[in-house]
């Protein structure tokens, strides 16, 4: 198994909505991150995990909480979100956090907030 | 901060090469150069990398100059499926992408 797979597709939730995007992989990954990506812009990194503990916060608002239950999955819990928080949240993996790891990447739940 | 600087975008013809450059003018000795490419409605997938020797694989060869501060992706023979917004990133896995090269292959 080479994927990341992300759940949901699309979500749209309105400002006072709780709200949580879900990823997983088994590839015994042990570092896994999430970005976010506005339209036409590059993917942001947002957070690292490696081994399940918490190892990069890119001064996220505290509205994102990440969480990482175990080495295959990562979530990322929401509360209210500002309009401004509509992007596609891209979730990656890769074996660690060394100089030449490689990331795989699912292809993002699109995020829509009213 | 993205490091690095790319062409806003390259045509190509199916069937030929394509070469995309990179500069990376501040890169340190331990830093990768990384290329992920992203094709429409799907997340980023590695494409290649390397640290100072030319690299091969299945999709593409990575040239990096002598000093390291430019390297040049190389699609042997572009297809359709090819069509994608390449990044070049400099660093490590921390990924800072930058705006990337949007390439379009003409049938």
């Known amino acids: 198994d080479t994927e990341v797979t992300q759940t949901p597709k699309h979500l749209v939730m309105g400002m006072t909505n709780k709200k949580s995007l879900k990823c997983e992989q088994h590839?015994?990954?042990?570092?896994m991150y999430w970005y976010k990506q506005k339209a036409k812009k590059p993917p942001e990194l947002m957070f690292v995990?490696?081994?399940?503990?918490?190892?990069i916060n890119e001064s996220v608002p505290s509205r994102f909480s990440p969480e990482c239950p175990n080495s295959s999955l990562l979530n990322l819990h929401l509360h209210a979100l500002q309009p401004e928080d509509s992007a596609l949240y891209l979730c990656?993996?890769?074996?660690?956090?060394?100089?030449?790891?490689?990331?795989?990447f699912g292809s993002g739940t699109q995020l829509s907030v009213l | 901060d993205a490091k690095t600087t790319q062409p806003n975008s390259m045509e190509s013809n199916e069937e030929e090469p394509v070469h995309l450059p990179c500069n990376h003018s501040?890169?340190?000795?331990?830093?990768?150069i990384h290329w992920y490419r992203q094709l429409p409605s799907q997340g980023p997938e590695y494409v290649i990398h390397g640290l100072t020797s030319n690299v091969n694989n299945r999709m593409a060869s990575l040239a990096i100059a002598e000093d390291r501060k430019s390297s040049t992706l190389i699609l042997h023979r572009a297809t359709l499926r090819d069509a994608a917004v390449y990044y070049c990133i400099q660093g490590d896995y921390k990924l800072s992408f930058g705006a990337g090269t949007t390439v379009t292959v003409r049938a």
């Open positions: 590839m015994g990954h042990r570092a």
């Open positions: 501040t890169i340190s000795g331990t830093d990768y």
């Open positions: 995990y490696s081994y399940e503990k918490l190892s």
């Open positions: 990656a993996s890769s074996q660690a956090v060394f100089g030449g790891a490689t990331l795989s």
